[in-house]
């Protein structure tokens, strides 16, 4: 089990990580944003600290759901947060809904938090003292969830016992359970023993690109280098996620791109993308997927060649996904279409994708070398076996019978008797409860 951290992979974009991913830091003077904690593979009553290392503004502690938007502001009494956030603000002030409350905090206090599953409530504790409770959390998964709104704003979590400033409440567990790893010492070497595992396929994310409801809205911006006139056919339409709601391209006709920049200029990381044609017949078959670090309209900049595609087939408002060899980043993607002597490009959907799984190879089952000398901490959180059953478990077995070597032979002029021998090998058979001998 690796060591459970803020998700550098699930924050908003103005929300920037320190401290091997345990500090949360506000990122500009009027950003807003939340971060969540990498989640835990299943439900029990946990317990986690905040230390509020500097207040500047408003700061949130408490739990959210997987899906929860972390682009949720905190800002303002418009628009608080949704119900799949529930926590204490600094101001006073409970979520969600909003409630009035006595508890406030400040610079280098210590806010415990205990999401209790049994009972389904969240319960606070002010370095050390209880202080709030929200019940009625609903059936999910709830995971810690920091929100800040200024560059001045920093806090730290503490998921495992040891980092712990106050003891853990009756009936909670640390969120990240203590850590038993073990290596077998064999032959002068530490070693692991690896199961069998098959190999997984690599897996994406949904879609990066938000839902459009303009060529600036809700973020980010769409962008083509002409389009046909009538607003039905704007560059946005090709990233509204409605079926037969598509941008065309106007004069001049080539050569042609549409693409799409994300908000606040915030790189992404890109593996795979799909493009929907409306019709196939109007649908580029040569392309090239192209992206910038640099543009600040779609038009200028510098744009880099990611993959050409040529003699791509099409059907009518059918998907089609293409895979990258390599994972890319930029901050702006987008489809060129150089001379190709068509007039009219109609592209129902563009969209792009991450890695959300890398995949693995299969791993054989055998033991692997660690180290020929004493492991280190980190070699038994990174290498270690988290239980040595089966190895060592002892199972109870009845043996067929065995033959007998009659040894009368060693018997001296006199003896009365014959003598049987048979060797047990005391190596394998360590821990031998009873020995049966029948002479027939």
């Given at each position: 089990?690796?060591k459970i951290?803020?998700?550098?992979?699930?924050?908003y974009?103005?929300?920037q990580?320190?401290?091997?991913n345990?500090?949360?830091?506000?990122?500009?003077?009027?950003?807003?944003?939340?971060v969540?904690s990498?989640r835990?593979?299943?439900?029990f009553?946990?317990?986690?600290e905040?230390?509020?290392?500097n207040l500047?503004?408003?700061?949130?502690?408490?739990?959210?759901?997987?899906?929860?938007?972390?682009?949720?502001?905190?800002?303002?009494?418009?628009?608080?947060?949704?119900s799949?956030v529930?926590?204490?603000?600094?101001?006073g002030?409970t979520y969600?809904p909003?409630?009035?409350?006595?508890?406030?905090?400040a610079?280098?206090?210590?806010?415990g938090?205990?999401v209790?599953?049994?009972?389904n409530?969240?319960i606070f504790?002010k370095?050390?003292?209880l202080?709030?409770t929200?019940?009625?959390?609903?059936?999910d998964i709830?995971?810690?969830?920091l929100?800040?709104?200024?560059?001045?704003d920093?806090?730290?979590?503490?998921?495992?016992?040891?980092d712990?400033?106050?003891?853990?409440p009756t009936g909670?567990?640390?969120?990240?359970p203590p850590?038993?790893?073990?290596?077998?010492?064999?032959?002068?070497?530490y070693k692991?023993?690896?199961e069998k595992?098959?190999?997984t396929?690599?897996?994406?994310t949904n879609?990066?690109?938000?839902?459009?409801?303009?060529?600036?809205?809700?973020?980010?911006?769409?962008f083509?280098?002409s389009?046909t006139?009538?607003?039905?056919?704007?560059p946005w339409?090709?990233?509204?996620e409605?079926?037969y709601?598509?941008h065309?391209n106007g004069?001049?006709?080539?050569?042609?791109?549409?693409?799409?920049?994300?908000?606040n200029n915030?790189?992404?990381?890109v593996?795979?993308?799909s493009?929907?044609?409306a019709q196939s017949?109007?649908?580029?078959?040569n392309f090239i997927l192209?992206?910038?670090?640099d543009?600040?309209?779609?038009?200028?900049g510098?744009?880099?060649?990611?993959?050409?595609?040529?003699?791509?087939?099409w059907?009518?408002?059918t998907?089609?996904?293409f895979i990258?060899?390599?994972?890319v980043?930029?901050y702006?993607y987008r489809?060129y279409?150089?001379?190709t002597?068509?007039?009219?490009y109609?592209?129902?959907?563009?969209?792009?994708?991450?890695?959300?799984?890398?995949?693995?190879p299969e791993?054989l089952?055998?033991?692997e070398?660690i180290?020929?000398?004493?492991?280190?901490?980190?070699q038994f959180?990174?290498?270690?076996?988290?239980s040595l059953?089966p190895?060592l478990?002892?199972?109870?077995l009845k043996?067929?019978?065995v033959p007998?070597?009659?040894?009368?032979?060693?018997?001296?002029?006199g003896d009365?008797?014959k003598?049987?021998?048979?060797t047990v090998?005391l190596?394998?058979?360590f821990?031998?409860?009873?020995i049966?001998v029948e002479?027939?």
């Amino acid at each position: 089990m690796e060591k459970i951290t803020l998700n550098p992979n699930d924050k908003y974009s103005t929300i920037q990580l320190s401290n091997n991913n345990m500090t949360m830091n506000g990122n500009t003077s009027t950003g807003y944003g939340g971060v969540k904690s990498v989640r835990q593979s299943k439900k029990f009553d946990f317990y986690f600290e905040v230390k509020i290392d500097n207040l500047s503004s408003r700061i949130l502690v408490g739990v959210s759901t997987p899906a929860t938007d972390t682009s949720v502001s905190i800002g303002t009494s418009a628009t608080k947060f949704p119900s799949t956030v529930k926590g204490l603000m600094n101001t006073g002030y409970t979520y969600s809904p909003e409630t009035k409350v006595n508890t406030t905090f400040a610079t280098n206090d210590v806010i415990g938090i205990a999401v209790s599953y049994t009972t389904n409530t969240l319960i606070f504790y002010k370095n050390g003292a209880l202080a709030e409770t929200i019940a009625g959390l609903i059936d999910d998964i709830w995971i810690p969830y920091l929100s800040s709104t200024t560059a001045n704003d920093r806090a730290t979590v503490a998921f495992i016992k040891r980092d712990f400033k106050y003891p853990i409440p009756t009936g909670f567990e640390a969120y990240q359970p203590p850590i038993n790893k073990s290596l077998i010492l064999h032959d002068g070497e530490y070693k692991k023993y690896k199961e069998k595992k098959e190999a997984t396929n690599e897996t994406y994310t949904n879609n990066l690109i938000p839902k459009m409801t303009s060529n600036t809205a809700p973020s980010g911006r769409a962008f083509a280098s002409s389009t046909t006139s009538g607003s039905g056919y704007a560059p946005w339409k090709a990233f509204d996620e409605v079926p037969y709601e598509y941008h065309e391209n106007g004069t001049p006709f080539e050569p042609y791109n549409l693409g799409y920049i994300f908000f606040n200029n915030e790189k992404k990381k890109v593996k795979a993308f799909s493009l929907t044609p409306a019709q196939s017949i109007n649908m580029y078959k040569n392309f090239i997927l192209q992206g910038s670090n640099d543009t600040v309209n779609g038009q200028d900049g510098t744009w880099v060649d990611i993959k050409e595609y040529v003699d791509i087939s099409w059907s009518n408002s059918t998907l089609k996904t293409f895979i990258l060899e390599h994972e890319v980043e930029y901050y702006a993607y987008r489809v060129y279409v150089k001379s190709t002597g068509r007039a009219s490009y109609n592209t129902d959907e563009f969209k792009l994708y991450g890695i959300l799984d890398h995949g693995a190879p299969e791993v054989l089952a055998g033991w692997e070398d660690i180290s020929s000398v004493l492991p280190t901490q980190t070699q038994f959180i990174s290498d270690g076996m988290d239980s040595l059953s089966p190895l060592l478990d002892r199972t109870v077995l009845k043996l067929e019978p065995v033959p007998m070597t009659d040894r009368s032979d060693i018997l001296e002029s006199g003896d009365i008797g014959k003598v049987f021998s048979k060797t047990v090998d005391l190596k394998r058979y360590f821990d031998i409860r009873s020995i049966k001998v029948e002479v027939k």
